[in-house]
Nanobody
Framework: QVQLVESGGGLVQPGGSLRLSCAAS????????AYWFREAPGKERELVAT????????MYGDSVKGRFTVSRDNAKNTLYLQMNSLKPEDTAVYYC?????WGQGTQVTVSS
């Protein structure tokens, strides 16, 4: 069955960086657009970034443009999110979404 497993979250100071990964299995990853969402306490889940199935096109939410980069390695069935210049307001659980399925999420906390 479809399985998505995120990793790479943690605690980081403001201005720091993290790289999230989402390992996909149980389906043909390369055939699907992939997404990163995040959900902060008390807020609705929001779109962070999306990437076309071949990686040629990407789109970002306004709050992360210029700081985050989404990428994928279809040979490794893995989606990535490079997060730079992190801010406290980036604190959230980050989820990958592919083929109508969600991962379990990984917590990112930005705090000094």
């Amino acid at each position: 069955q479809v399985q998505l497993v995120e990793s790479g979250g943690g605690l980081v100071q403001p201005g720091g960086s993290l790289r999230l990964s989402c390992a996909a299995s149980g389906f043909t990853f390369s055939q699907y657009r992939a997404y990163w969402f995040r959900e902060a306490p008390g807020k609705e889940r929001e779109l962070v970034a999306t990437i076309h199935r071949d990686g040629a096109m990407t789109m970002y939410g306004d709050s992360v443009k210029g700081r985050f980069t989404v990428s994928r390695d279809n040979a490794k069935n893995t989606l990535y999110l490079q997060m730079n210049s992190l801010k406290p307001e980036d604190t959230a659980v980050y989820y990958c979404y592919v083929d109508s399925s969600w991962g379990q999420g990984t917590q990112v906390t930005v705090s000094s």
